[in-house]
């Protein structure tokens, strides 16, 4: 079954940088867009990153582009997402995605706190 594994998240400073990663099974990693989203307490779910299925293609949301950058390692089936320039509003739980056979899949997400 389709199965992702979020991680590297923690407590950094503002201005601090956090290299987040997504271990994928279960499907062909490499055929697959890959996005990343984020959810902190009390606010809907947000679009944060997406990445082609080769990675050439990448898109941000506008407010982490510039700071942040989704990229994949199709041979290791992993997804990261490098984040510098830290604020307190990056502060959420960040989840990768992806839609196979038309169903939505979720990682159970890794914590990024942003606070001096």
């Known amino acids: 079954q389709v199965q992702l594994v979020e991680s590297g998240g923690g407590l950094v400073q503002p201005g601090g940088s956090l290299t987040l990663s997504c271990a994928a099974s279960g499907f062909t990693f490499r055929q697959y867009t890959m996005r990343w989203y984020r959810q902190a307490p009390g606010k809907e779910r947000e679009y944060v990153a997406v990445?082609?299925?080769?990675?050439?293609?990448?898109d941000y949301a506008d407010s982490v582009k510039g700071r942040f950058t989704i990229s994949r390692d199709n041979a290791k089936n992993t997804l990261y997402l490098q984040m510098n320039s830290l604020k307190p509003d990056d502060t959420a739980v960040y989840l990768c995605?992806?839609?196979?056979?038309?169903?939505?899949?979720w990682g159970q997400g890794t914590q990024v706190t942003v606070s001096s």
């Open positions: 990445i082609s299925s080769a990675g050439g293609s990448t």
């Open positions: 995605h992806v839609a196979v056979a038309s169903r939505h899949y």
